[in-house]
């Protein structure tokens, strides 16, 4: 009986042992939230009315190569990036991949940075919904210099095919993504992260979008097993954001060939532009057509087009992309800078004129 009773206290006293062993094997929420913070950046860049200059970012090597959204940030000479210390320092972009929307930056002079390992983080299995998860971002700019990132919790909700639109934009990414329950894409949460509970990396948070189904708001973090197939001389090429970040961080990295627009149908407007000489020429008018939707407008030559529909225009080319893919008949709403002004008209734009029926002269 005596034999019975030890044995019994021996199992019971190496059973709490082993569990007290797990309990502190096991990370609580708060170092949790402490390491993913230690990887975290936040970004400073260019910015404009409804476009925050700030943003986040994810240090992927301990030399200070920053993972990022690929956005209007990146457009300065000025990019800044605040470490989890709160040193700051002035970053250069290293590789944009727009099918991925993703960047790479890079900081000098830092080393032993904590940081996330992209490959191994691509290699585990995509997490399930129903998984519960922690969300990471510099969301409204709460965090300045060494202050800790804000933190969500939820669940990811469901793991789909994104359709998004930014503004007039269709979203870069066109394959599946989370979906959470939280609402964690705010100004300043694109290039935040999504971990499980215990810190493992599940995905990079993505910039706010509406869904073109039901026109609201998309909560979702693009996953770090996410590959895109495009063509480069030729071939077909498939490359995923951990072979980005590799390559780019080698200084190897070639940039995918741009997919071909299906629905370009070059709708006549009657402006004619400034010489388009640079990549990002501004996107001033030299002249309008007499009686063309750009007159009847009340478009004028040397107005600035800034706005469309909400959305920001940085150069010609992005004016003729988004006037080019529209139906003919669409209507814009357009902001336009006429010396100091800043004027709102309205254009309707029209078939192309090889597709307008022909005008009998008298």
């Not at 090597?61 to 690929?70: A, D, F, K, M, R």
Request: proline fraction near 6%.
């Amino acid at each position: 009986m005596r034999s019975v009773l030890l044995r019994s206290c021996f199992l019971a006293v190496a059973g709490m042992a082993a569990l007290v062993a797990q309990a502190r094997a096991e990370k609580s929420g708060a170092d949790v939230v402490e390491e993913v913070n230690a990887k975290m950046v936040k970004v400073f860049g260019s910015g404009a009315r409804g476009l925050a200059p700030y943003g986040s970012g994810v240090l992927v090597s301990p030399e200070g190569h920053i993972l990022t959204v690929n956005s209007h940030l990146l457009d300065t000479q000025d990019l800044r990036v605040h470490l989890p210390d709160g040193r700051r320092f002035h970053a250069k972009v290293v590789a944009i991949e727009p099918q991925l929307d993703v960047a790479l930056l890079k900081v000098d002079k830092v080393e032993d940075l904590a940081h996330f390992d992209i490959r191994e983080a691509s290699k585990r299995p995509l997490a399930q919904p129903g998984t519960k998860i922690l969300a990471f971002s510099n969301q409204f700019k709460i965090a300045e210099r060494d202050e800790p990132m804000s933190v969500q919790r939820g669940v990811i909700a469901a793991y789909a095919k994104l359709h998004g639109r930014k503004g007039v934009f269709d979203a870069a990414i066109t394959g599946d993504v989370y979906f959470v329950d939280a609402i964690t894409n705010n100004p300043g949460a694109a290039g935040g992260v999504l971990t499980t509970r215990k810190g493992e990396l599940l995905g990079l948070l993505g910039k706010e979008l509406r869904n073109t189904l039901s026109d609201t708001w998309i909560n979702y973090a693009v996953p770090v097993q996410m590959s895109v197939e495009s063509r480069r001389e030729e071939k077909p090429v498939t490359v995923s954001i951990a072979d980005f970040v590799e390559k780019a961080m080698r200084g190897e990295y070639v940039q995918l060939k741009e997919r071909e627009k299906k629905d370009g149908k070059g709708n006549y407007h009657g402006i004619i532009m400034v010489f388009n000489a640079l990549e990002r020429t501004p996107p001033y008018i030299e002249e309008v057509i007499p009686d063309s939707p750009g007159a009847r407008a009340g478009l004028k030559p040397d107005d600035l087009i800034v706005y469309i529909d909400g959305e920001q225009i940085t150069s010609i080319k992005t004016f003729k992309e988004i006037v080019d893919s529209a139906p003919p008949g669409a209507e814009f709403r357009m902001e336009v800078r006429r010396g100091d002004r800043l004027l709102t008209l309205m254009l309707k734009v029209a078939e192309p004129l090889n597709k307008q029926p022909a005008v009998k002269k008298p």
